[in-house]
């Protein structure tokens, strides 16, 4: 029965049981129709047997005998043999008697001589059918002087039966075929809900258990689908609890800064962050068996991962991962009894935050250096005055201008301060207005000339005739004329030259401010626009090393974008962009 469906194991034993029974009632009906059909035959042909013999009583000489045995034999339809006491064949309704064996041993002459008629079945061997054999005594004053016999073919009784069989097999046949059919038909329909609902377990859709619908019903299969469609609903509503969750954590891993890699106790990576995929600069995708020393090229970081397996402790140390990314902190933590033997590994690249602490230290050293300078002096020119050159007036006046001169410098360095937080928290409303390049480039150009002129070199402003309006706050942008030109002024020798020009370029008006001064060392070049810094703080004393970080804020400001080129020893030069307006006069 192994490897059948429930239908067929449950509907099998009740055709197996239906066919024996229609097999041992076929058999049954036959034997008792052939008993039945026989015994008939056979009373009947001894009634008819023992008539023969009586009748031919009244012949005691047993002459004309054949025509005897014929007329009997027309009147009863057997076959009719009269035989003498001793066996001697005489009449024959069938067949010719003289030449015919002895009879006396045939056991039904043998019965009737001893005066007791009995049917024996044979086949004939001059007939070659089946036939009965009944025979009677003939009797003449109480002395047997011969037998008669009457034999009947069976011919006709073994074909009815055989038909009669025939029938039978038949009948049994098609009913158990209309059995097996309806039993089948009846298993199914019952059977048809428990289909459905391992159909709705295996088949699930997306992870999802399906429910039956259908009527409903209250004996033990509806008990069944609505325990099924009950605990379908409650595992879809886990499902998708769980699903929810698992996009929540794999948004919250794709979308972290921090890099995460998860390690297996056999040392294969068995799931990595887009962070760190871009930290160690690999597109290896957690699906293959990568371990972590293919994955990160670090033996640091194995060894960070080998003690927290040993351990069982939390570790971390700091890596460098590439040239820029200097400052990267691993933390190796063992997940315990939830994910027994792996780690997580996070990586938190804190290059940028240190820099951040650099430039903020920066700042302070940076802030209380540029005030402590006129702080000194104006301390150092106080103290003199006290000590009596107040008394001496062209002294003091001389120092007092000084004085006043240290107070214009701390009043620049906070105003720039102040200036700078306020433009970087966005704090300054920016009055926006259509300008020619005109507008902006010569005002600040001019009131620079001077200073250029003082220091020995040549200001010059460039730009061609037409070029479309732009919207800015004219003030700002000025302002940063003023310091990218201040710069340069101040970082050109005598004898140099400072080229102002102005270009349309990718729907951009360009500005660039190009010296031939003593240029901005390399590694400088990026972090000049930060707050405070200076290439050479003593080369640059006269400054605070925020002109650049106020300019490029304001150049944000207007969606622009303000850089740098230099070479050493050959100058600088400073650009900036800012979008030509859609609304163009
Ligand atoms: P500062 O007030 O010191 O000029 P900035 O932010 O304007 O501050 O400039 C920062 C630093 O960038 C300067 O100290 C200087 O070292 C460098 N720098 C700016 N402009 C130039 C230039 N045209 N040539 C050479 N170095 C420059």
């Known amino acids: 029965m192994k490897g059948l469906s429930y239908v067929q194991k449950t509907a099998i034993p009740y055709l197996i049981l239906l066919a024996l029974s229609l097999a041992s009632i076929s058999v049954t009906t036959t034997v008792f129709f052939d008993q039945f059909v026989l015994s008939n035959i056979q009373k009947e042909l001894i009634s008819e047997t023992t008539l023969a013999a009586e009748s031919l009583e009244d012949n005691p000489f047993l002459t004309e005998i054949d025509d005897e045995a014929k007329h009997i034999a027309e009147i009863t339809s057997n076959r009719v043999t009269i035989i003498l006491a001793d066996g001697t064949v005489i009449g024959e309704s069938d067949r010719n008697a003289l030449g015919m064996d002895n009879h006396l041993l045939r056991p039904e002459v043998q019965a009737a001589i001893n005066g007791k008629p009995e049917p024996f079945i044979r086949t004939s061997f001059s007939m070659h059918q089946r036939y009965i054999y009944v025979a009677a005594p003939i009797y003449n004053k109480q002395t047997i002087i011969g037998v008669v016999r009457l034999a009947r073919s069976l011919e006709s009784f073994d074909a009815t039966i055989a038909k009669f069989r025939a029938v039978l097999i038949i009948t049994a046949s098609i009913s158990l075929l209309i059995a097996l059919i309806f039993m089948f038909l009846q298993t199914s329909k019952r059977f048809n809900p428990l289909r459905k609902i391992s159909e709705a377990i295996f088949s699930s859709s997306e992870g999802e258990l399906k429910t039956i619908s259908g009527k409903s019903r209250n004996d033990e299969i509806g008990l069944l689908i609505s325990s099924h469609n009950a605990q379908a609903e409650r595992i879809n509503l886990q499902i998708q609890n769980l699903r929810n969750e698992r996009t929540k954590l794999s948004a919250i891993l794709f979308n972290m800064t921090d890099g995460v890699i998860l390690v297996n106790a056999q040392g294969f990576v068995t799931m990595i962050n887009p962070s760190a995929q871009r930290l160690f600069q690999t597109n290896f995708q957690a699906d293959k068996d990568n371990t972590l020393i293919e994955v990160v090229r670090q033996h640091q970081i194995v060894d960070l991962w080998q003690l927290t397996l040993k351990s069982g402790k939390t570790q971390n140390t700091t ?48 802030i209380s250096h540029e005030l402590r300078t006129p702080l000194a002096s104006l301390k150092a020119l106080t103290e003199t005055l006290q000590n009596g050159a107040i008394n001496d007036p062209k002294v003091s006046n001389h120092f ?16 720039e301060i102040l200036e700078l937080s306020k433009i970087e928290s966005g704090k300054v409303p920016l009055s926006k207005k259509l300008c020619t390049v005109n507008d902006l480039v010569t005002r600040p150009v ?82 000049i626009f930060e707050r405070f810094y200076k290439t050479d703080p003593s080369r640059s004393s006269s400054g605070t090393g925020l002109g650049l970080s106020i300019s490029k804020h304001i150049v944000e400001a207007h969606d622009g974008t303000l850089w740098v080129e230099s070479t050493m020893g050959f100058g600088s030069t400073f650009t900036f962009c800012i979008p030509i307006s859609q609304n163009k006069s």
């Open 319 to 366: 890596i460098q991962t590439s040239m820029e990314k200097d400052n990267v902190q691993v933390i190796g933590s063992l997940l315990g009894p939830i994910l027994p033997g792996e780690v997580l590994l996070l990586f938190q690249d804190l290059t940028l935050l240190r820099k951040l602490e650099t430039v903020r230290k920066d700042f302070i050293s940076n």
């Open 400 to 415: 007092l201008s000084q004085m006043d001169e240290e107070i214009d410098n701390l009043t620049q360095i906070v105003t």
């Open 446 to 527: 001019e009131r620079m000339r001077m200073q250029a002129e003082r220091a020995g070199i040549m200001l010059d402003a460039v730009f061609a005739e037409g070029l479309p309006k732009i919207d800015v706050d004219i003030v700002r942008i000025q302002q940063v004329f003023v310091n990218l030109i201040h710069n340069a002024i101040k970082f050109t020798s005598p004898g140099g030259t400072i080229k102002v020009s102005a270009f349309l370029k990718d729907q951009s008006i360009h500005f660039s401010i190009a010296d031939n001064g003593i240029g901005i060392p390399p590694a400088d070049l990026k972090r």
